[in-house]
């Protein structure tokens, strides 16, 4: 006889307090407990000189953390586990907790406090400093913060351009934010040169990324809107990172339009997105990206990969590969003509 399957309000409850979740997770971060714990703080009153915290505050959001999966415990003392070590320690390479400046930022919680009101309207309801509004400073904020969570991305992209390593590129980075990915082909590619393409409040950081990464005198702006500035012509390679998904299928066809007029006859367009299966609810991070949309766009989407070759086709590009970047839910598209 078949079991039948159990019932719990437990997804409802774990769904519902997922804010609260993340609140936890913020402040550990904004107090750097983690680094702490790494350089040796164990238990909650080491922890709490170490990071000017009162003993019962980091004990009782210690336990939170333990209960999460991010420490764990033995007796009175809290030890990393070996992802918070890697990611969410200072001490490490990996560390990508500057994230947290932007995903849990104010602007981006107002889509999701009023998305009972983007499901009903189709589109966000949330204006000015938005996701499309021009010069916005939540960009800023964005390439200041996301830089580490791109930096495998960025090298993954790099390593799929099959060119000999010394060959003169250029390179144009659309919506360029961070320049991290740019900058990964400038390291690898000594004779790239790369323009990137994107407001001037935003450039300002890529420059200085540019700068810090020793490529600054191959790193050129074009600043504006990637629909409205000129982008000249004969690059080899034109990125497209993480922009698509914030636009209706026609006016992404638009832009992949004008990146074939940019590229070479023989040029590579490389386009980043977070691509669900066709069944639009896996897998669950990229299929999940669709609410984000919603809640920060006026009809943005994650794109299915067979919606995104009926775009590449309509702008110009008869040849795409599709290329999961694995571990990370983002996917690359190359596309040629």
């Known amino acids: 006889m078949q079991q039948a399957p159990e019932i719990s309000p437990e997804l409802f409850w774990r769904t ?5 979740h993340t609140a936890i997770l913020k402040a550990a971060v904004e107090l750097d407990f983690f680094t702490a714990i790494d350089a040796g703080a164990k238990t909650a009153a080491e922890i709490g000189a170490a990071t000017d915290s009162a003993e019962r505050g980091v004990r009782i959001a210690c336990d939170a953390l333990t209960v999460l999966g991010f420490l764990t415990k033995d007796e009175n003392a809290y030890v990393l586990t070996p992802s918070s070590t890697t990611f969410l320690s200072k001490r490490s390479p990996a560390y990508i907790g500057s994230t947290m400046d932007f995903i849990a930022a104010s602007h981006i919680r107002r889509g999701f406090d009023t998305f009972t009101d983007a499901v009903k309207q189709g589109g966000t309801v949330v204006t000015g400093d938005g996701s499309v509004d021009p010069e916005s400073p939540m960009w ?18 790099a390593d799929h351009l099959d060119y000999e390593s010394d060959r003169p590129l250029k390179v144009l980075d659309i919506a360029a934010g961070h320049g991290i990915f740019g900058i990964t082909i ?12 994107d407001w001037k409040n935003v450039l300002e950081v890529a420059q200085a990324n540019a700068e810090a990464f020793g490529v600054a005198d191959r790193y050129k702006t074009i600043p504006g809107s990637a629909f409205d500035v000129e982008f000249g012509t004969g690059y080899d390679v034109v990125l497209l990172t993480n922009f698509l998904h914030h636009f209706d299928f026609d006016t992404c066809v638009s832009v992949i339009k004008k990146c074939s007029g940019a590229l070479k006859p023989d040029g590579k367009l490389l386009t980043l997105e977070f691509v ?5 609810v896996s897998p669950p991070s990229e299929a999940l990206f669709s609410a984000v949309m919603l809640a920060g766009t006026p009809s943005g989407d994650a794109y299915t990969y067979r919606e995104l070759t009926a775009m590449f086709e ?10 999961p970047l694995q571990p990370t839910p983002q996917h690359l598209i190359v596309s040629t003509k």
């Open 186 to 197: 400038a390291k690898k590619f000594p004779n790239a040169q790369i323009t990137g393409v």
């Open 276 to 280: 669900p299966n066709d069944d639009r």
């Open 16 to 20: 519902m307090s997922g804010y609260q």
């Open 140 to 157: 800023v904020t964005f390439a200041h913060a996301m830089m580490p969570m791109m930096a495998q991305p960025a090298q993954m992209i």
């Open 314 to 323: 309509a702008g110009g590009f008869a040849h795409n590969e599709h290329i």
